[in-house]
């Protein structure tokens, strides 16, 4: 028993090369802090980006300043042949990619009677399909190495809904089912699959709320406050290190209490 458990933790232990992580969506909020916390533990980085060129130069030189290589990407990860764009890029940089964070994302609520076709299908590309065509190509090089962790952003909306985002609970609810499978498939060559559930979080994916829509949120948090953005990249980044080797297939919610009900 004891031999067999040493066999196991030895993929943790044996990786002394460059470690690599890529982050979708780096430019901006929860991406953004993913970045520079990861580059703060000494990963090389592969920072994807959209729209957002200015912001993510701007991150790619804070987490220059802790000594880390990084390159920027520009990738629109709903398509396919851009995730190909994205991973060839990635080549430039010399190591294992050991983390990837599935973190770009985007939102267009209404209420489903009037939803259109393309606001369903456009969430769920840019949430849940980017998702598949990212950890499609990443697993190969991680199991070739028997090691790495996969960490994706969903949210409380795909654990328990919330009206008006029918087309957004549905991909994150989507990416917590596809982590947890995943989790299960990638087990034994040692990968882990995790997901991260941001609360409220003050980035520009909410600024479009009303301020008594945000002030009625506070009511049901706990800890009467919404979360940083620090606060969520210090989790992703716990569970993209070795600290956390025998973590896979969890939900980590970091809502300040509000998922606990009332
Ligand atoms: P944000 O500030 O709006 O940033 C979104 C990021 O996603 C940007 O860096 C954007 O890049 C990138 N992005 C969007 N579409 C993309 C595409 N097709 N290809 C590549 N990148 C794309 O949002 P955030 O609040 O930081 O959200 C990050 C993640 O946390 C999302 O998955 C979101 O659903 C989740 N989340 C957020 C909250 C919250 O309260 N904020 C709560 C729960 C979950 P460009 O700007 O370069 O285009």
């Not at 460059?18 to 969506?25: D, E, R, V």
């Not at 940089?93 to 770009?104: E, F, T």
């Not at 210090?234 to 980590?252: E, K, P």
């Amino acid at each position: 028993f004891t031999s067999l458990n040493t066999r196991r933790r030895l993929t943790v232990t044996v990786n002394k090369t460059a470690k690599i992580a890529l982050i979708t969506g780096a430019s901006r909020g929860i991406g953004r802090a993913i970045a520079i916390e990861l580059a703060r533990s000494g990963h090389h980085l592969c920072l994807n980006y959209l729209n957002s060129e200015n912001e993510i130069h701007n991150v790619q030189a804070e987490c220059q300043t802790f000594g880390v290589q990084t390159i920027v990407a520009k990738a629109d990860v709903s398509q396919s042949a851009e995730v190909d764009h994205l991973f060839n890029e990635l080549k430039k940089l010399h190591g294992h990619l050991c983390a990837v964070v599935n973190n770009a994302g985007i939102r267009s609520d209404g209420p489903l009677m009037l939803m259109k076709d393309d606001d369903w299908d456009k969430v769920m590309e840019v949430n849940l399909r980017s998702s598949f065509l990212v950890c499609k190509r990443a697993v190969r090089p991680m199991i070739s190495k028997r090691h790495g962790s996969i960490v994706t952003i969903v949210s409380p909306s795909g654990i328990s809904g919330r009206e008006g985002q029918t087309n957004y609970a549905a991909s994150k609810g989507g990416l917590i089912a596809m982590s947890r499978s995943l989790a299960r498939e990638m087990a034994p060559f040692g990968i882990r699959v995790n997901a991260v559930c941001p609360g409220v979080v003050q980035t520009d994916m909410i600024k479009d709320l009303k301020q008594e829509l945000l002030e009625s949120f506070l009511q049901y948090i706990p800890l009467g406050r919404f979360g940083e953005p620090a606060e969520i990249a210090a989790a992703v980044a716990f569970l993209c290190s070795d600290r956390s080797a025998y973590i896979t297939g969890q939900v980590l919610i970091i809502d300040g209490g509000l998922t606990m009900g009332h």
